[in-house]
């Protein structure tokens, strides 16, 4: 199985080449360094969400697409194995479960985080809908100014067009988020 910098390498190029951006460009317009783009694309680079998320903003296409793995096969992955991205701002990663495939619009991930610092997300593409159900521990998650303490079973919906957070307030806290993009 192709490992994630890999994909990530593959699919960015794919995608910067598909819509005529030079890194230098596509750089700008994400607000990262030509550097950085450059060490992602030739799969030396370790991303955050944060520049990701960036980047699929910036070449206009969801997240999910420059990570998923792409393929028909059954998909099993074991909590041991998981590849997950980490987040630059805090103890934070997203794992990739499943994306959305053609003429349907969601993505699932799995979700890791411990106390610390809240993971805070810009606004992603209009009409971004997220579902969060908390798997374990505890977390503040939701709109930024009006966030909702989850534990193991609650399941909430926000719009994910909007800043919003994700706060570990328990060690091991894990949860499911269904990006929805209407």
């Given at each position: 199985?192709?490992?994630?910098?890999?994909?990530?390498?593959?699919?960015?190029?794919?995608?910067?080449?598909?819509?005529?951006?030079s890194?230098?460009?596509?750089?700008?317009?994400?607000?990262?360094?030509?550097a950085?783009?450059?060490?992602l694309?030739?799969?030396?680079?370790?991303?955050?969400?944060?520049?990701?998320?960036?980047?699929?903003?910036?070449?206009?296409?969801?997240?999910?697409?420059?990570?998923?793995?792409?393929?028909?096969?059954?998909?099993?992955?074991?909590?041991?194995?998981?590849?997950?991205?980490?987040?630059s701002?805090?103890?934070?990663?997203?794992?990739?479960?499943?994306?959305?495939?053609?003429?349907a619009?969601?993505?699932?991930?799995?979700?890791?985080?411990?106390?610390?610092?809240?993971?805070?997300?810009?606004?992603?593409?209009?009409?971004?809908?997220?579902?969060?159900?908390?798997?374990?521990?505890?977390?503040?998650?939701?709109?930024?100014?009006?966030?909702?303490?989850?534990n193991?079973?609650d399941?909430?919906?926000?719009?994910?067009?909007?800043p919003?957070?994700?706060?570990?307030?328990?060690?091991?806290?894990?949860?499911?988020?269904?990006?929805?993009?209407?």
């Amino acid at each position: 199985m192709e490992d994630l910098r890999t994909r990530i390498a593959r699919t960015l190029r794919r995608e910067r080449e598909a819509v005529g951006l030079s890194v230098s460009e596509l750089a700008r317009r994400a607000g990262v360094s030509k550097a950085t783009v450059s060490q992602l694309e030739s799969g030396a680079g370790n991303p955050s969400v944060e520049t990701l998320w960036a980047l699929g903003v910036a070449l206009e296409v969801p997240f999910a697409v420059l990570v998923d793995q792409q393929s028909n096969a059954p998909t099993l992955i074991r909590a041991d194995d998981l590849a997950g991205v980490p987040s630059s701002a805090a103890a934070y990663s997203a794992t990739l479960l499943s994306a959305s495939p053609p003429g349907a619009r969601r993505d699932i991930y799995l979700i890791q985080a411990e106390p610390g610092d809240a993971r805070r997300s810009d606004p992603h593409h209009p009409g971004t809908i997220e579902h969060v159900i908390l798997v374990s521990g505890q977390a503040l998650i939701g709109p930024v100014d009006e966030p909702v303490l989850l534990n193991p079973g609650d399941y909430l919906t926000y719009a994910g067009d909007a800043p919003h957070i994700f706060e570990a307030t328990a060690v091991g806290t894990s949860a499911a988020l269904i990006s929805e993009l209407r």
